[in-house]
C-alpha cells in the first residue's frame, strides 16, 4: 500500500489529486481501522487512507451531549485534527460554529457535501448574514478544496461530522470529479473510521478521571453500595466520597448517578487508566 508521504512529497506536482486507489488497497485499510485497539492508532490508519486518496488535512468532531441545534458543552466533545487541533476547539468553544452554513448543513444532512455548496449558496443569496459573516472571518482559512461528511445519528444525542481536504492548489471541480469517481471507498472508509472511534473511549477533556476516581464510579455501576466500595478499594468512607465529589466536579455534574451515566456515554467506565489515584 503506498503510504501517505509519497502522496504529499515536494514532487507531486501541485493542485493534482492523488492517483486512483483500488477497492483491495481501501478493504485493507478498513479491516486495519476496525482491528485498531486505540483511538491512536485507529486515527492514524484513518488518515494515512485518505492521504492515498489525496486528501491532505483531515478534522472530525463526535459528541454524545447535543442539545438544540447546538453540540452541547465543547468540553464534552471529542475533537482530532491532523493539523490544527486548538483552533479546531476554538473555533465551538467560541461559538462560531452555530453560525456558520457548513455547520448547518451538517445538522440538517447525512452524508457528503462538497466545499464548494457553501460558495454556490451565497451566489444564489440562499445564506443569513450571520452565515455571510462567519465565511469572511474566516477567510484565507477556507481557501482550500475539499469534502464534508455528515454521519448518521446512532444515539439520540449524538452528532458526527468529518472534514476532508486537498493539497492547496487543487481546486473545487478536481475534487467533486474525484470525489464522485471513488464515493463508494471514501464513504465506507470515512464511516468505519467514526464508527470505531465514537466506540471507543473518547478521550473528552472534562472526561481525565484519575485511576482512583474511575475504579470507584465502576464499583458503583456495577451496583456496589458505599461499604462494599471501601471495603473493595481499602479506603474510607469519606475518602471514596473526596474521590467522588472530585469526579462530580470534574465531570461538572451534580449526583453520582449522572456522573456514571457520563462516563458510561463516553465509554470511560471499566478502563484502564495510567493517571495517579
Same mark, same amino acid.
Given at each position: 500500500m503506498t503510504r501517505i508521504n509519497e502522496f504529499f512529497s515536494d514532487e507531486s506536482p501541485e493542485g493534482?489529486?492523488?492517483g486512483s486507489v483500488s477497492a483491495a488497497d481501501t478493504l485493507a485499510q478498513i479491516n486495519r481501522i476496525a482491528e485498531a485497539r486505540t483511538v491512536e492508532m485507529a486515527w492514524r490508519i484513518g @488518515?494515512?487512507?485518505?492521504g492515498a486518496f489525496g486528501f491532505e488535512r483531515v478534522n472530525y468532531g463526535y459528541t454524545r451531549y447535543r442539545v $438544540? #441545534?447546538? @453540540? $452541547?458543552?465543547?468540553?464534552d466533545a471529542f475533537f482530532l485534527s491532523t493539523h490544527a487541533l486548538e483552533a479546531i476547539k476554538h473555533y465551538h468553544t467560541s461559538g462560531l460554529y452555530l453560525r456558520s452554513a457548513d455547520f448547518r448543513w451538517v445538522r440538517e444532512n447525512v452524508g457528503a457535501c462538497s466545499w464548494g455548496w457553501v460558495r454556490e449558496e451565497r451566489r444564489a443569496g440562499r445564506l443569513s448574514a450571520d452565515?455571510?459573516? #462567519?465565511?469572511?472571518?474566516? *477567510?484565507? *482559512?477556507?481557501?482550500? !478544496?475539499g469534502y464534508t461528511v455528515s454521519f448518521p445519528v446512532n444515539t439520540p444525542r449524538s452528532k458526527g461530522?468529518?472534514?476532508?481536504?486537498?493539497? #492547496?492548489?487543487?481546486?473545487q471541480q478536481e475534487v467533486d470529479a474525484h470525489w464522485l469517481a471513488h464515493e463508494d471507498g471514501l464513504m465506507a472508509l470515512t464511516h468505519v473510521l467514526h464508527l470505531k472511534l465514537s466506540q471507543m473511549p473518547l478521550p473528552v477533556d472534562r472526561a481525565r478521571l484519575t485511576a482512583r476516581q474511575?475504579? @470507584?464510579?465502576?464499583?458503583? !455501576?456495577?451496583?456496589? !453500595?458505599?461499604?462494599d466500595v471501601c471495603i473493595l478499594t481499602g479506603l474510607s468512607r469519606s475518602a471514596v466520597e473526596k474521590h467522588l465529589r472530585a469526579a462530580r466536579d470534574r465531570l461538572n455534574v451534580e449526583t453520582t448517578a449522572h456522573a456514571v451515566a457520563k462516563v458510561?456515554?463516553?465509554?470511560?467506565?471499566?478502563?484502564q487508566h495510567e493517571t495517579g489515584a
Open positions: 493534482r489529486m492523488a @488518515i494515512e487512507a485518505l $438544540g #441545534v447546538g @453540540i $452541547g458543552d465543547p468540553a452565515e455571510c459573516a #462567519v465565511m469572511d472571518q474566516l *477567510g484565507s *482559512g477556507r481557501q482550500r !478544496a461530522a468529518m472534514a476532508l481536504a486537498a493539497r #492547496v492548489g487543487v481546486r474511575s475504579e @470507584i464510579l465502576g464499583w458503583i !455501576a456495577d451496583g456496589k !453500595a458505599m461499604a458510561s456515554f463516553l465509554n470511560q467506565l471499566f478502563v
